[in-house]
């Protein structure tokens, strides 16, 4: 069975421009969770779908919004582009409405360079 | 302060020694998971605990509820530990992540 799987692995785009990051979640899990990892520092926390509702966002400005599908997987969008946004971002699934008792499982992670 | 906290940040270690990575966190959590990041990038989920131990092949995690603190042991380390262990609470709806301790095993 495949794991959860993120799509492009590398992206370099411009400040300003926009961007779309793309998870498939391990088949059967129903939960969705984007995290930003800036380089050194441990992942943060940018949302949570769980059967295609929004169920928790971090604290990241509207520039970033997200969805999710009728198949489970998962968009992440983010607008206007600054140099900040460059970071490795981690998609994670799980089976139930996940974070606190249920294991999630980790996409490879696309990393994302604004320059 | 971060709400997760980890230590050391950085470790090294000669290979077949016993390592001890600590976590601490002052946030109310269900859980706490320990996970590993290789260079590159991809993180795997090593233990998901709420309570008392949890032990899987050289891998040995333990968690303190009333101290709110967890620690993940190595014993036998090999060069292939080689990583940056994090640590994570889980609260509602989002895992709350440490900033990681870079684990290097010599040979």
């Known amino acids: 069975d495949a794991g959860v799987t993120q799509s492009p692995t590398h992206l370099i785009k411009t400040r300003g421009q926009h961007v779309t990051l793309r998870c498939s979640p391990i088949?059967?899990?129903?939960?969705v969770s984007w995290y930003q990892q800036v380089l050194g520092q441990g992942p943060q926390f940018i949302f949570q779908?769980?059967?295609?509702?929004?169920?928790g966002r971090g604290n990241f400005p509207d520039r970033f919004s997200a969805r999710q599908f009728p198949n489970y997987s998962s968009e992440l969008n983010v607008n206007a582009l600054l140099l900040g946004d460059s970071a490795l971002y981690l998609c994670?699934?799980?089976?139930?409405?996940?974070?606190?008792?249920?294991?999630?499982?980790f996409g490879p992670g696309t990393r994302l360079t604004v320059t | 302060k971060n709400e997760v906290e980890q230590s050391p940040q950085n470790l090294t270690a000669q290979e077949g020694e016993f390592i001890t990575i600590n976590c601490s966190y002052s946030?109310?959590?269900?859980?706490l998971h320990w996970l590993q990041q290789h260079p590159g990038g991809g993180i795997v989920s090593l233990f998901m605990?709420?309570?008392g131990k949890k032990k899987h092949g050289r891998l040995i995690a333990t968690i303190n509820i009333q101290e709110k603190h967890s620690s993940l042991h190595i014993t036998a380390s090999h060069p292939r530990d080689s990583a940056v262990y994090i640590c994570?609470?889980?609260?509602?709806?989002?895992?709350?992540f440490g900033t990681g301790t870079l684990l290097a095993v010599q040979p």
């Open positions: 779908y769980y059967e295609k509702e929004e169920r």
């Open positions: 994570a609470g889980g609260a509602t709806n989002k895992l709350i």
């Open positions: 605990l709420s309570s």
């Open positions: 946030v109310g959590i269900s859980a």
């Open positions: 088949s059967g899990h129903k939960s």
């Open positions: 994670a699934s799980s089976a139930r409405l996940a974070g606190v008792s249920y294991e999630q499982y």
